[in-house]
């Protein structure tokens, strides 16, 4: 069965510290990937995606992404983060062509970011 | 553009009770989608509906969960009779068109169940 993977419950960084977030699924088939980035108090939205071209993919707030296909991963990454990014972040995947709603989501990592 | 409305925000029911969540999507999203999040995991797909028509429900538990989407637009979820183990974060999205690669999923803040 398609499943994501996120290798970290909980990640605590002091500011301007690079952070890097692992992501690994399994599916064989050709894949569009996801994060997704939950604020305190706040809904689910999309930080970036991927579904073809590029594998270095760029989102909002400086993050970004590179899909490596040969390792099934999904990284995230960020240079330096400040506090304002401290929120719990999901990696997702849904079979390219499928029907977009069935995302299967990791179980999510924590970052807290100290001041 | 105003976001995916959804109520009621919180609710806490006995088991075997019923319970009705309501949903509005953004103005023109044709696909809505119902989630359940469990503590400490991620999103569950339920059900997703393309305007009123059902596309995949192949996870919602149907002795107990049902949706519904009359009109394309507004939606409705219940559970009857609730489980200990539905008390989760009920989550609505939408999206303009539920396939292709250019379509973001917009997510509701969730409708938080406690069932006792």
Redesign the interface.
């Known amino acids: 069965a398609q499943s994501?993977s996120q290798h970290n419950h909980h990640v605590i960084l002091s500011e301007a510290a690079s952070l890097e977030l692992g992501c690994n699924y399994s599916y064989g088939g050709t894949v569009?990937l996801f994060w997704?980035v939950q604020y305190p108090g706040?809904?689910?939205?999309?930080l970036l995606?991927y579904?073809?071209g590029d594998p270095l993919v760029k989102g909002i707030k400086g993050f970004e992404a590179e899909f490596i296909k040969s390792k099934f991963s999904f990284n995230l990454r960020k240079p330096s983060v400040q506090w304002s990014d401290t929120a719990e972040y999901?990696c997702?995947v849904n079979l390219r062509?499928?029907?977009?709603?069935?995302?299967?989501?990791?179980?999510?990592t924590k970052l807290s970011v100290k001041p | 553009e105003a976001g995916v409305a959804q109520s009621p925000r919180y609710k806490i029911i006995e088991k075997r009770q019923s319970v009705a969540f309501w949903c509005n999507p953004i103005s023109g999203h044709a696909t809505l989608y119902w989630y359940q999040q469990i503590l400490g995991q991620g999103p569950k797909l339920l059900i997703q509906f393309q305007n009123n028509g059902v596309v995949d429900d192949s996870q919602l538990p149907k002795d107990r969960f049902s949706a519904e989407r009359l009109k394309g637009v507004d939606s409705t979820l219940k559970i009857q009779p609730a489980k200990l183990e539905d008390s989760a974060v009920y989550l609505c999205a939408s999206s303009r068109l539920g396939q292709g690669a250019g379509n973001t999923i917009y997510f509701g803040e969730g409708s938080w169940l406690t069932v006792v």
């Open positions: 994501v569009n997704y706040q809904h689910l939205q999309l995606k579904f073809s999901f997702a062509g499928g029907s977009q709603g069935n995302l299967i989501f990791g179980k999510g």
